[in-house]
């Protein structure tokens, strides 16, 4: 078995670190595009099994299940990027989002503006995550 020279480490990882709030921006508002993708999805498939858009009783499992996907999709990314705490950066940042659109949005959530604010708005999310998970973790120091 052959060991690696210490070469071919120093060249993988030649790249400069990206910021940590590009990496946030990034990972927040390809997770709002998960969660646009999977409501679209979910009405399509209401309406084609149910024959109404409105998922009735299957909403709620529905809503639960597109959170638990984007939550695990989005702290896979910011695990794979080296962010710190990204189980928990992604959990607030899908939650904080999901309850400013269902509490305060949802009278207009089937817009063409839906496709630039619930991604930006996840984006800003993750941010405001990743300030929580620092002061969570400077407490418990």
Known sequence: MTEPDDDS??????APPLPPLLILAVVGVL???VVIAMVWLSERGCDRFRGASNCGAFGLPLLVLTMVVTVVLAAMALSRLA??????VAF????FMVLIVVGFLSDSLFSTWTLLVVPALTAIMFEVAHLIAGFLE???A
């Open 83 to 88: 962010m710190p705490h990204p189980k928990l």
């Open 31 to 33: 997770s709002g595009f």
């Open 138 to 140: 400077r407490a418990d």
């Open 9 to 14: 480490e120093a060249r993988r990882f030649d």
């Open 92 to 95: 607030l940042g899908v939650a």
